[in-house]
DNA sequence: AAAATTTTTTAGATTTACCTAAAAATAAAA
DNA sequence: TTTTATTTTTAGGTAAATCTAAAAAATTTT
């Protein structure tokens, strides 16, 4: 069993590895708002529970016991985010941190019964794919919106960035999960993307385009 | 914003101080189940939060603001008690440890609009009172069973043991809230008590007896 | 390949919530 | 009212997770 701590470690250090192979130091250090030194420590004692492979000055990455912990984290996570959107009416851009705490609720038979409440959801309120009991889950194909060329066609299935201020924004551009979109232009001064949405022209920077995630996209 | 121990230390001092004015250094340590010395430690923390009023060996009782936030805790885990048995079927026996975790979520916003999901409940499954959100409720008139006499009838409407052992034990004998009860006897050789509840005569040990909750009891 | 920079680790402290063992205060019994 | 027992506190220590400052390793630049 671990700790509330550990448990946010291995959440962390599971997101980081979506990028890289070897997760440094200083990135879990950043992520979880601490001094590097303290990472160090961390890692040490995950080593030690055998959560984590770890090799002085190169980085960790998750033994499966570690990746199985991490993504057990993951899917209460998003279950909690299901639950407070669908049943206490949360916007998408209020859940991330109560759910952080709810995460760390240890309970099997809790979040058993949660996700049945819930009807098993295959994805939470941004799109991102839920565990199942077993820790399965299939990731969507998504490609980013500033990927598409002029012309190009999608839905929108999902967002790579979860704070609050990038959430109510695409919610004030009507830009929320399962809308249709196409690409009408792209803006050579600044990468900004014209987009059509339900009949409306709108649009958006290059810094929101990198973030939104498209899929069932129609090439021209 | 107190911490997670802290919050544990003034709910239990809460509830003792429903049974006695000054709480005891050794009544909490059982109840938190730690070293009376760990206990004198928190006691001076608390004392110096103002959160407590302190005499050397005189025990403790709650300021205002102490007890505000005990009556805080009480509330979500009553009302977390209650969505775990309407919205995901736990038995009533089941739901004490999970609650005891969720009752320290911090969001107030959380709180308020589970309560709303659960349409504003007056009690929890155990029939202890929900405190609104300025931490006003009505305790309900209780009698225990145990002293009524035979003849007298009422409506079992609350325990005052909320161990699962015996929660079990009440739910095989059918002994439930709202049900109507009535005395048929009391038996001399060990006090137990046989009652009428469904049109049945059953019997419980005066142990039971002494945890049972009875309103609208009708004198014979 | 040496110098400079960045990243990571070590060493030694701090804080929170605990502990044990012993001393002090209070309460109960003789 | 002493003596005895119980309760509570103090003193000093431990483990978990953090910190700062400085040393060591790795990487990048020149």
Chains 1, 2 share one sequence.
Do not use: C
Not at 18 to 47: G, R, Y
Not at 64 to 90: P, S, T
Not at 161 to 174: I, M, Y
Request: hydrophobic share 35%; aromatic share 6%; proline share 2%.
């Amino acid at each position: 069993m671990q700790s509330f701590t550990e448990e946010n470690y291995l959440k962390v250090i599971y997101h980081l590895a979506e990028k890289t192979n070897n997760v440094q130091t200083n990135a879990i250090a950043e992520q979880i708002q601490t001094k590097p030194a303290s990472v160090t420590d961390m890692i040490k004692k995950l080593a030690e529970k055998e959560l984590v492979d770890y090799i002085k000055y190169q980085g960790v990455t998750l033994t499966d016991k570690g990746r199985h912990a991490a993504v057990d984290i993951v899917r209460k996570h998003r279950l909690w985010e299901v639950f407070l959107v669908d049943k206490l009416n949360f916007k998408w851009d209020e859940v991330h941190d109560v759910a952080e705490e709810l995460e760390h609720i240890k309970s099997v038979n809790l979040i058993e019964r949660l996700d049945e409440f819930l009807g098993f959801p295959k994805s939470d309120p941004h799109g991102d794919p839920i565990p199942d009991k077993n820790g399965r889950f299939t990731k969507t194909q998504f490609i980013k919106l500033i990927e598409l060329k002029i012309g190009d066609s999608g839905t929108i299935t999902g967002v790579s960035q979860h704070s609050s201020a990038f959430l109510k924004h695409l919610e004030k551009l009507g830009l929320t999960l399962g809308k249709q979109i196409k690409i009408s232009d792209v803006t050579d001064f600044d990468g900004s993307v014209e987009i059509l949405i339900e009949e409306k022209q709108i649009n958006i920077s290059r810094e929101v385009a990198k973030h939104i995630l498209i899929s069932n996209n129609g090439k021209n």
